[in-house]
């Protein structure tokens, strides 16, 4: 008795199910909406369902503004994407103005914290807060320059060789003279023949430095990357 009951419940259910899938009346009947029309509807209930045709999604209202039910979406929430655009309540994050932007998502970005303009994302990456940054702060560098500190902790220094000394020889010797005898007084002059060599003094060092051969040039930080959107929830 109680397997014809059970099989007797599954028939049912069947019936139903195929009941379902054929009969239109049985399905559930859902406004379709573009973004412009729901912003335009007065004073909706809370939990109103709708079908947004702007963004292709279903959203209800949560009692003060439309958001997406299709998936768990919240205002500041951030993605990225090859979209060039805005598009169902997210916003690309390029440093606009706050005051462009249309009244919910202005009213969204204000209790972000965001005052004059939204976030600027271009060339930057997304770095969560060590506790003493705020949200939106921006910091960083694509590109860093090596100092004198950077370098390793060594020194060049040198010295040329001293040798230096030598002498010329020429050819003569030195002797006192009179040009003309018991004349002229005695003069030391050269004469011929003979040689006399000069001092060796000639010992001398030379000092040089070292060229570093550098230009400063910052040297780039970016690894391969590929270009990207980053947008922002601010609700539709």
């Not at 003309?180 to 001092?199: E, H, W």
């Amino acid at each position: 008795m109680m397997k014809r009951i059970f099989n007797l419940i599954i028939l049912f259910n069947c019936i139903m199910a195929i009941e379902a899938q054929v009969d239109g009346e049985l399905l559930l009947t859902v406004h379709n909406l573009d973004a412009t029309e729901l912003a335009g509807v007065t004073s909706p209930n809370t939990g109103s369902l709708a079908f947004n045709s702007t963004s292709n999604s279903f959203t209800n209202y949560d009692g003060i503004q439309w958001t997406q039910a299709t998936t768990d979406v919240y205002l500041g929430d951030i993605k990225t994407g090859f979209g060039n655009s805005d598009q169902g309540g997210w916003y690309v994050l390029d440093g606009r103005r706050i005051n462009s932007l249309p009244s919910n998502a202005r009213t969204a970005a204000s209790a972000l914290g965001f005052r004059r303009r939204l976030p600027n994302a271009q060339d930057r990456v997304l770095k969560q807060s060590n506790g003493s940054q705020g949200l939106g702060n921006t910091g960083g560098s694509n590109q860093i320059s090596l100092t004198q500190a950077n370098l390793p902790n060594v020194n060049f220094s040198g010295t040329t060789s001293a040798n230096g000394n030598h002498n010329h020889s020429v050819s003569g010797y030195f002797s006192d003279e009179r040009i003309r005898n018991n004349v002229d007084a005695y003069r030391n002059l050269l004469l011929a023949g003979g040689g006399t060599i000069s001092s060796t003094d000639g010992d001398h060092d030379h000092s040089f430095t070292v060229n570093s051969g550098g230009s400063s040039s910052g040297i780039n930080q970016y690894q391969p990357f590929i270009v990207v959107n980053t947008l922002i929830y601010l609700g539709e």
